[in-house]
């Protein structure tokens, strides 16, 4: 298995630009999470999913920022329009949902820096 | 938010040495689990430990549990240079539920 994939690696952008990061979770797998890791903040949980429908999106900074899972192997995360206050590493992962095992598998991130 | 602390923030040995790594958390879990991260790159699992065991082994790993005390321990026997990275608890309170990550310990394996 290729693991969780993530696209772009990096991506460098201007404030005011829209943003899709793309994420391909591990096959087989039904819960699916974006978190998002700065220096100040940490590794933080943006939002869910659980059989392709969001649980949770308390974590989304605001309202420029969507998530969406079409299918159970496609998610995205946007923000629209960006602010250089969003650079961070965004990561994916997915976990298989099996009864008390809860081990997550991270993709290698999204390196967003926005100018 | 976070869930807890990571202490040393960063631990710098010498290869061969023992590593030990402390973690703190604030509510009441399911898992804890201890992940790696190099330099640039994804977290990597490394164990996990349920609420209801005191200790886990893994290869040069060792786990430790104290729920009374909401506290966790990390030791890395024989540490070698390729362990150099940041290591982070992270507590979940169930299957398919988020991590909330600690802040890590930065750990350096000078050879």
């Known amino acids: 298995d290729a693991g969780v994939i993530q696209s772009p690696r990096h991506e460098v952008t201007e404030m005011g630009q829209e943003v899709t990061l793309r994420c391909k979770p591990i096959s087989g797998h039904n819960s699916l999470f974006w978190y998002r890791q700065t220096m100040m903040r940490g590794l933080e949980l943006l939002i869910y999913f659980n059989n392709n429908v969001p649980i949770d999106d308390s974590g989304m900074p605001e309202d420029r920022f969507s998530a969406k899972m079409p299918n159970a192997s496609f998610s995205t995360l946007k923000i629209q329009p960006s602010e250089p206050r969003d650079s961070a590493v965004y990561f994916c992962a997915s976990s298989s949902g099996l009864a008390g095992v809860n081990e997550q598998f991270f993709g290698p991130g999204t390196r967003l820096t926005v100018l | 938010s976070q869930q807890g602390e990571e202490d040393p923030q960063a631990l710098s040995i010498q290869e061969g040495e023992n590593a030990t790594m402390n973690c703190s958390y604030k509510?009441?879990?399911?898992?804890l689990q201890w992940y790696r991260q190099n330099s640039g790159r994804g977290l990597v699992h490394l164990i996990l430990i349920r609420s209801n065991e005191r200790e886990k082994h893994s290869g040069r790993l060792r786990v430790t549990l104290d729920t009374s005390k909401k506290s966790s321990s990390l030791l890395i026997t024989a540490s070698r240079a390729a362990d150099t990275a940041s290591y982070f608890c992270?507590?979940?309170?169930?299957?398919?539920?988020?991590?909330?990550f600690g802040k890590g310990t930065r750990l350096s394996v000078i050879a």
């Open positions: 992270a507590t979940d309170t169930g299957g398919n539920t988020p991590l909330v």
């Open positions: 509510t009441s879990i399911n898992n």
